[in-house]
């Protein structure tokens, strides 16, 4: 019986680790910021100029990620995610602190400070 539990238990840790969304660092990608729950993870975040950030859309529903705020738009960009697994990439070539939020929903914002 200790067994079977044992690997039960192990599935479980499988399955979660599986599931577990990408965060700041994806060696495909760079530096990543996770969009789950409403929110953007990690939130700040912190690169060298010339890095290229990716979001990844880890909500089963539509966000955007478009850059300022929404009393101040900025026009960098604004790109609609329609779902899970969706993403967007973007170069920050310039030192300075860069506010973005969704569209959708406009509680959620995140910042990223480029040295």
């Known amino acids: ?3 079977i539990w044992r690997g039960i ?3 479980a840790v499988a399955a979660l680790v599986a599931s577990s969304p990408v965060t700041a660092q994806s060696p495909e990608l760079g530096p990543t910021i996770t969009i789950q729950t409403f929110q953007f993870r990690p ?3 912190e690169v060298q ?3 290229q950030i990716t979001w990844i859309n880890q909500d089963d529903i539509r966000h955007t990620v478009t850059s300022g705020t929404p009393e101040n738009r900025d026009g960098r960009f604004d790109v609609p ?3 899970k697994g969706t993403n967007f990439s973007f170069t920050f070539t310039q030192p300075g602190t860069y506010s973005y939020f969704c569209d959708r929903h406009q509680h959620m914002r995140g910042q990223i400070h480029v040295k």
């Open 1 to 3: 019986m200790k067994r």
């Open 9 to 11: 238990g192990v599935l």
């Open 43 to 45: 939130n700040p975040i």
């Open 49 to 51: 100029a010339g890095t």
């Open 81 to 83: 995610l329609a779902g």
